[in-house]
Every structure is written in C-alpha cells, then in structure tokens.
C-alpha cells in the first residue's frame, strides 16, 4: 500500500509543508512516490491511528490541502484513490467519510456468494448460528498467516449461515488473541449486523481488504452433517486473509459453501 512507501513527516497534527522546498529538501529521486501518493501515505496513517473513525467525515480537501501545504487538486487525487480502494466514501453536499461495513452497500463487499434468484439484498441477511468460540495458542501455520508467533493466543470461531432455513456457509475463523479480547460467542450471537461491522465499532479493527484462494472439496463426517448434505457432494472451499491498515493481517477464515441454491461471483476490473 502507498503507506508503506510515504515519507514519515512529523505528528500530523501540526505537519510541515511537503510542498515546493520541502520536496527538494527530500532529496528526492525518480523513482520516488508522486506527491499526491506521499498525502494518500499521511491520510492512511491518519485512519489506521483512528483519528476519524468509521462513519466520520473527514476535513474538507480545502482543509486537508491547507493541512498539508499542498493543493487541493494533490488531496483530491489521493483521496480519489482511497475511495476507489473502499476506504473512503464520498456524498454528494455532504463530504468525504471514512467508510464502514455497517453500510448497506459495504455489507456484502467480502461475501461474494450470490443466490441463482436475485441478489443479496433481496434475500435478505443470514441466519447465523454460532457454534463455538474459543481461545487457542496458534499453531505453526496460523501463526505464520497471521504474522504471529507459534503459539501466541488465537480466537477460533466457528459459525453457520442459512439461508430460508439451509444450511449454506460452514466457517471456521482464526483471529489474532490480544486485539479481539472479550470476544465471545454470546456478543457474536446478539450482533445483529455484520461481524466487520462489529470488529469495527468494539474492537476499533477495520478490514481494508482481502486475498482468497478457492478449490473444490468434499466434506468431512461433521462438515456434512452441519450443512446437511452427503459427504459425496462437492462444496466450495474459500480460504480468505483479511487485512487492516498497513497491509496487517487479522483474520484468517476458511469457508465452505453449498453451490446448488447460490453461486459464487466476482466482478473484475
């Protein structure tokens, strides 16, 4: 991400001019980030610090520029890319907002399985079941996917989402032990909206975005039973890492998915 390339300018709170001769005073070369890229680095910093949270408005591109010393049309070009990327959101007469997951539009930007009738919304919001949740000490691998060290403390979190009363995702969740303390199946259970709203809102960790892996599978003995179908019908697998700011893992979810009702669906840009 950009932020891992932006120069470290001092607190944001009182920043010096990146602009004219500070740039110079960078000794920059060519290969260094364009100037809108290094105010897209101090805005993400900004974010991941929660100095404003989901939700939010952020200062106005007037204010931000003047903030900065650069101008606006620089603020606008990062905040541009950051709207494009789901961080922000921008309304018409009202500003720029930090985005949330408690967003309608946001809600089914991660869920990306579709029913053959209709769309997500039409079909209204899953039927969550939790089935446990749990702290662990990580093992090897989900330690390393996490950026943790083998044995650190883990949530496990295991849960299924019917639809019209069938059993269609099977997931099992693993999340970093210290950022999520106090998590529990019973404050998963009365959370009526989604669960990355509820990272966000209690324990203030944002998903900025995701890479998944996706395969074919049978299911096991349990697996089966849970989603009521035989161990002979093939199911999709989804392995999904969820990252905050920074490139930060912080969860690691693995998914099973009945594909006779629904479909999974990705618009690529």
């Known amino acids: 991400m950009a932020s891992n390339t932006a120069p470290s300018f001092a607190a944001l709170g009182n920043p010096p001019s990146v602009g004219g001769d500070a740039l110079g005073a960078l000794n920059l070369s060519p290969a260094f980030s364009p100037l809108y890229q290094q105010i897209k680095g101090l805005i993400l910093q900004s974010l991941e610090a ?61 869920l990306k399985l579709q029913p053959d009738n209709g769309d997500n919304q039409s079909e209204g919001p899953a039927e969550r079941t939790i089935i446990d949740c749990k702290r662990l000490r990580a093992s090897a691998d989900i330690a390393r996917t996490l950026s943790l060290r083998s044995g650190d403390p883990v949530l496990q979190v295991r849960r299924v989402l019917a639809y019209a009363g069938v059993p269609t995702i099977l997931e099992e969740l693993w999340l970093p032990g210290a950022p999520f303390k106090g998590l529990t199946a019973e404050r998963l259970s009365s959370y ?78």
Request: hydrophobic share 40%; charged share 25%.
């Open 50 to 110: 929660g100095e404003w949270k989901p939700g939010e408005a952020i200062p106005s591109e007037m204010d931000l520029a003047a903030r900065f010393r650069v101008s606006q049309g620089t603020v606008r070009k990062a905040i541009d890319e950051l709207a494009a990327e789901n961080l922000l959101v921008r309304r018409q007469g009202k500003g720029t907002f930090v985005a949330t997951h408690a967003e309608q539009h946001v809600q089914y930007r991660f």
């Open 192 to 269: 009526k909206g989604p669960m990355y709203a509820l990272f966000e809102t209690e324990f203030g960790v944002r998903m900025v975005r995701a890479e998944e892996s996706i395969r074919a599978v049978n299911p096991d003995a349990e697996q089966a039973q849970l989603l009521n179908v035989a161990i002979h019908v093939p199911l999709l697998s989804v392995a999904r890492v969820a990252y905050t700011y920074n490139d930060t893992p912080m969860e690691l979810r693995r998914g099973l998915y009945r594909t006779d009702t629904h479909h999974y669906r990705n618009a690529l840009s």
